[in-house]
């Protein structure tokens, strides 16, 4: 893999949280990378660092110490508002809880990141085109609250891919979601690296989802303990939902 | 930037929390309405005011030889006055002009004396320009233009000397040379019910004070204007226009005691106002800073999609717009008839200043007005949103300062 393939590249990578005079350490020393087109899962318990680690890629949270690199920008030396251009213009998240606008509708929650972004008059063009791709023009009209929670989380990644980021972020995506939802989710993510070329990296407890990983990191005590790539057969994909499931 | 589906997002977001926008633009109203009401007041009370001082004999302007200013003496005469009266003449924004001169001196009757300020005018523009005259009740008669050795004094100062009409009172003044004295019949008692003015008001016609005191020509031209409002300006224009010699003073200067009480009753009217102003909008800053508190973790998903800090201020700052708009409605709502009853009905002041309606001299008017106009509109929708801007302000900084990783651990 060449290194301009190198979306992430973090190189012993801590984060300490501090609260008063208690530190708790969520990373201690990831070395990590990810490659263009990856479906990477992040695995292990709770608190061993998945969320951190995904805040950190995401320019959400800043490091403690080492060296992070996300589609070729050292992380360590962008200022707030840099750090929300990356954000905007080239990354996708998917977040736990949804974290839809609650009083904008499925298609305007798309619009308003490409509004955000700038994107001119095509805009609700364009955010109807993402939703009739991911077959969810149906849902266009209706609020969060319209919406089952599944819903919810497609119109999610529909937001999150409007802008066709390199790097979608996505934290235990299908956590809120009974089994059939997570893997509609996952089948529709998978479609978007397959069609699309978009990399994924996405932390989850859940065996079933893992199995669509093309790569399985797993983290213990925020340490990197596992790191497998999987072949072909072992991915668990829309033409062969029988693969067994992995972690 | 700002777009559609934002300030979509930002009305939403004020119909989504119902309780909360109503309670924030009944707080704008009713602060921005006191602000109003008291607005209102201090504009029409302070316009009465100008109004009485100018009207009770100050006039807006008034044309006074170079050297009064400084020495206040009643001796000086203006210069080249039929010039200067012809200027004033031609203008068109004069409304009366009184041509007066004025002396110190005694009044005397039986074994009775009283010090006074003898004002010499001429009858028709004294009752033209001057509420005291026209306003007062008069037993007998004002002076007429031809009339010779009368007077007409208030009615504290007939008590004083206790005189009546038609007795003869002997007067004593410094005159150009030497001091003069001459016998004046009183033709007139004048009583505006103020124990103040009717113990100072001593008129003679112009003629008679300058054949008593052997000066000549009048020692001021006061001018009243049709409007108030333009009194520095038309001041600069007669300044130019007016023969060497005299200068143009106005109300303020002619009575400084009245121009400071007016500007003190307005800074502290406006104090207070201040003080209501700064308390509303604390509270209001108070209602917004909870809700951003309250909307932390939205915030926290906005920032996380990219979302810069100048759009989440943006975004609240729609919001404080509409907030305002509200507030601005609910000011007219309660504040505008309010303030139309001050305009229009007034408030009797002599149940708080009794009937002795002076002040420094001035005869003020037992109703006091407020003011209502156009301006009303303005004032509600400037400072209801203005305020509402200002007190969104910093709670909007916070918001643009969030923590997304933070906020959105926060459940």
Same mark, same amino acid.
């Not at chain 1, 962008?78 to 990354?91: C, I, K, N, T, V």
């Given at each position: 893999m060449s290194e301009n393939n190198t979306l992430v590249c973090a190189r012993d990578l801590t984060k300490v949280y501090r609260t008063g005079d208690v530190e708790v350490h969520a990373l201690r020393g990831v070395t990590l990378d990810v490659h263009a087109g990856e479906f990477v899962a992040i695995v292990g318990p709770s608190g061993s660092g998945k969320t951190t680690l995904l805040n950190l890629a995401g320019a959400l949270d800043s490091v403690t110490s080492g060296a992070l690199t996300v589609l070729g920008r050292d992380l360590t030396e962008l200022g707030r508002r840099a750090r929300a251009d990356l954000r905007l213009r080239s990354l996708g998240f998917v977040f736990q809880a949804y974290n839809l606008v609650p009083v904008l509708t499925a298609r305007e929650n798309v619009e308003f990141v490409l509004e955000l972004q700038g994107v001119g008059r095509d805009r609700r063009a364009r955010s109807t085109d993402v939703l009739n791709e991911l077959g969810l023009d149906e849902l266009a009209d209706r609020r969060p609250l319209e919406m089952s929670g599944g819903q919810q989380q497609r119109v999610a990644v529909a937001r999150a891919v409007a802008s066709r980021p390199?790097?979608?972020?996505?934290?235990?995506?299908?956590?809120?979601?009974?089994?059939?939802?997570?893997?509609?989710?996952?089948?529709?993510?998978?479609?978007?690296?397959?069609?699309?070329?978009?990399?994924?990296?996405f932390s989850t407890h859940d065996p079933r989802v893992v199995a669509y990983a093309s790569r399985v990191v797993t983290l213990t005590d925020g340490r990197v303990s596992a790191d497998k790539r999987r072949n072909n057969d072992e991915i668990r994909t829309p033409g062969n939902p029988d693969t067994q499931d992995a972690s | 930037m700002i777009g559609t589906v934002s300030?979509?997002?930002?009305?939403?977001?004020?119909?989504?929390?119902?309780?909360?926008?109503?309670l924030s633009v009944i707080g704008v109203g009713v602060g921005c309405a006191m602000g109003l009401v008291a607005t209102s007041w201090i504009t029409g009370g302070g316009d009465m005011e100008i109004r009485a001082a100018t009207g009770s004999g100050a006039g807006h302007l008034r044309i006074v030889p170079a050297q009064w200013p400084e020495s206040r003496e009643n001796s000086l005469r203006l210069t080249d006055w039929q010039k200067a009266l012809a200027v004033v003449e031609a203008r068109s924004d004069v409304r009366a002009v009184a041509v007066r001169a004025r002396a110190s001196g005694l009044l005397a009757f039986g074994n009775r004396t009283a010090g006074v300020e003898m004002v010499g005018v001429t009858p028709a523009g004294e009752e033209a320009s001057n509420r005291i005259v026209r306003k007062a009740h008069i037993e007998g008669r004002y002076l007429r233009a031809d009339d010779a050795g009368a007077v007409v004094i208030g009615r504290t100062l007939a008590d004083r000397l206790d005189v009546e009409l038609d007795d003869d009172l002997l007067v004593t003044l410094s005159g150009r040379d030497d001091i003069s004295r001459a016998m004046l019949t009183v033709v007139g008692i004048l009583e505006t019910g103020s124990r103040e003015i009717d113990g100072a008001v001593c008129h003679v016609t112009l003629d008679e004070l300058n054949r008593i005191t052997g000066f000549e020509g009048p020692g001021e031209i006061a001018i009243l204007l049709d409007d108030n409002r333009h009194i520095d300006r038309a001041r600069d224009e007669l300044a130019q226009a007016v023969p060497e010699g005299n200068t143009v003073i106005t109300w303020r200067e002619v009575s400084p005691e009245i121009a400071t009480g007016v500007a003190a009753d307005r800074m502290f009217t406006r104090l207070l106002i201040g003080i209501v102003v700064i308390v509303v909008l604390l509270g209001i800053a108070s209602a917004q800073l909870t809700a951003v508190l309250e909307r932390r973790r939205e915030f926290? +998903?906005?920032?996380?999609?990219?979302?810069?800090?100048?759009?989440?201020?943006?975004?609240?700052?729609?919001?404080?717009? +509409?907030?305002?708009?509200?507030?601005?409605? +609910?000011?007219?709502?309660v504040g505008g008839p309010v303030s139309y009853w001050l305009a229009t009905s007034g408030v009797n002041i002599t149940r708080m200043m009794g009937n002795d309606l002076s002040m420094g001299g001035v005869l003020i008017d037992p109703v006091m007005y407020g003011s209502f106009g156009a301006w009303v509109v303005w004032y509600a929708v400037g400072v209801s949103i203005v305020s509402t801007l200002g007190a969104t302000a910093y709670p909007a900084w916070r918001a643009a300062r969030t923590d997304p990783a933070q906020a959105m651990r926060v459940v």
């Amino acid at each position: 893999m060449s290194e301009n393939n190198t979306l992430v590249c973090a190189r012993d990578l801590t984060k300490v949280y501090r609260t008063g005079d208690v530190e708790v350490h969520a990373l201690r020393g990831v070395t990590l990378d990810v490659h263009a087109g990856e479906f990477v899962a992040i695995v292990g318990p709770s608190g061993s660092g998945k969320t951190t680690l995904l805040n950190l890629a995401g320019a959400l949270d800043s490091v403690t110490s080492g060296a992070l690199t996300v589609l070729g920008r050292d992380l360590t030396e962008l200022g707030r508002r840099a750090r929300a251009d990356l954000r905007l213009r080239s990354l996708g998240f998917v977040f736990q809880a949804y974290n839809l606008v609650p009083v904008l509708t499925a298609r305007e929650n798309v619009e308003f990141v490409l509004e955000l972004q700038g994107v001119g008059r095509d805009r609700r063009a364009r955010s109807t085109d993402v939703l009739n791709e991911l077959g969810l023009d149906e849902l266009a009209d209706r609020r969060p609250l319209e919406m089952s929670g599944g819903q919810q989380q497609r119109v999610a990644v529909a937001r999150a891919v409007a802008s066709r980021p390199k790097l979608v972020l996505a934290d235990e995506p299908t956590a809120n979601l009974d089994g059939e939802n997570a893997e509609i989710l996952m089948t529709m993510m998978r479609r978007l690296r397959d069609e699309q070329g978009m990399t994924f990296i996405f932390s989850t407890h859940d065996p079933r989802v893992v199995a669509y990983a093309s790569r399985v990191v797993t983290l213990t005590d925020g340490r990197v303990s596992a790191d497998k790539r999987r072949n072909n057969d072992e991915i668990r994909t829309p033409g062969n939902p029988d693969t067994q499931d992995a972690s | 930037m700002i777009g559609t589906v934002s300030y979509k997002y930002a009305l939403r977001s004020l119909h989504g929390h119902t309780r909360r926008t109503i309670l924030s633009v009944i707080g704008v109203g009713v602060g921005c309405a006191m602000g109003l009401v008291a607005t209102s007041w201090i504009t029409g009370g302070g316009d009465m005011e100008i109004r009485a001082a100018t009207g009770s004999g100050a006039g807006h302007l008034r044309i006074v030889p170079a050297q009064w200013p400084e020495s206040r003496e009643n001796s000086l005469r203006l210069t080249d006055w039929q010039k200067a009266l012809a200027v004033v003449e031609a203008r068109s924004d004069v409304r009366a002009v009184a041509v007066r001169a004025r002396a110190s001196g005694l009044l005397a009757f039986g074994n009775r004396t009283a010090g006074v300020e003898m004002v010499g005018v001429t009858p028709a523009g004294e009752e033209a320009s001057n509420r005291i005259v026209r306003k007062a009740h008069i037993e007998g008669r004002y002076l007429r233009a031809d009339d010779a050795g009368a007077v007409v004094i208030g009615r504290t100062l007939a008590d004083r000397l206790d005189v009546e009409l038609d007795d003869d009172l002997l007067v004593t003044l410094s005159g150009r040379d030497d001091i003069s004295r001459a016998m004046l019949t009183v033709v007139g008692i004048l009583e505006t019910g103020s124990r103040e003015i009717d113990g100072a008001v001593c008129h003679v016609t112009l003629d008679e004070l300058n054949r008593i005191t052997g000066f000549e020509g009048p020692g001021e031209i006061a001018i009243l204007l049709d409007d108030n409002r333009h009194i520095d300006r038309a001041r600069d224009e007669l300044a130019q226009a007016v023969p060497e010699g005299n200068t143009v003073i106005t109300w303020r200067e002619v009575s400084p005691e009245i121009a400071t009480g007016v500007a003190a009753d307005r800074m502290f009217t406006r104090l207070l106002i201040g003080i209501v102003v700064i308390v509303v909008l604390l509270g209001i800053a108070s209602a917004q800073l909870t809700a951003v508190l309250e909307r932390r973790r939205e915030f926290g +998903v906005l920032t996380a999609l990219g979302m810069k800090g100048r759009q989440i201020v943006s975004l609240l700052m729609i919001e404080a717009v +509409v907030i305002g708009l509200g507030g601005a409605g +609910v000011t007219l709502l309660v504040g505008g008839p309010v303030s139309y009853w001050l305009a229009t009905s007034g408030v009797n002041i002599t149940r708080m200043m009794g009937n002795d309606l002076s002040m420094g001299g001035v005869l003020i008017d037992p109703v006091m007005y407020g003011s209502f106009g156009a301006w009303v509109v303005w004032y509600a929708v400037g400072v209801s949103i203005v305020s509402t801007l200002g007190a969104t302000a910093y709670p909007a900084w916070r918001a643009a300062r969030t923590d997304p990783a933070q906020a959105m651990r926060v459940v």
